[in-house]
Nanobody, 118 residues
Framework: QVQLVESGGGLVQPGGSLRLSCAASGISVSRSVMGWYRQTPGKQRELVASMTGGAATMYADTAKGRFTISRDNAFNTVYLQMNSLKPEDTAVYYC????????????WGQGTPVTVSS
């Protein structure tokens, strides 16, 4: 059974930092395309950052220079370090694991809320 469990969300002041974690079981983060997405009420879920199995990363323009995606293969966990947070970063953040070739899959976590407010 595949599980993606996010943690690390919460309330933070503008300019602050948070580190989100996505602990995976049932799949290997080093053999998946791992992504962090976020969603606010009434809006579509949007990609924030992703990392391929080969560790290539990609960031949304809104995340570049402030967010960093990383992984720890030993713990089968993916992280999103978020710095210089802004109120517009407020959203529910979701972890996604995809594999598009050979035994393809697409799994989502349950989400962790992030609120940036003074």
């Amino acid at each position: 059974q595949v599980q993606l469990v996010e943690s690390g969300g919460g309330l933070v002041q503008p300019g602050g930092s948070l580190r989100l974690s996505c602990a995976a079981s049932g799949i290997s983060v080093s053999r998946s395309v791992m992504g962090w997405y976020r969603q606010t009420p009434g809006k579509q879920r949007e990609l924030v950052a992703s990392m391929t199995g080969g560790a290539a990363t990609m960031y949304a323009d809104t995340a570049k220079g402030r967010f960093t995606i990383s992984r720890d293969n030993a713990f089968n966990t993916v992280y999103l370090q978020m710095n210089s947070l802004k109120p517009e970063d407020t959203a529910v953040y979701y972890c996604r694991a995809q594999r598009t070739i050979v035994a393809a899959y697409d799994y989502w976590g349950q989400g962790t809320p992030v609120t940036v407010s003074s």
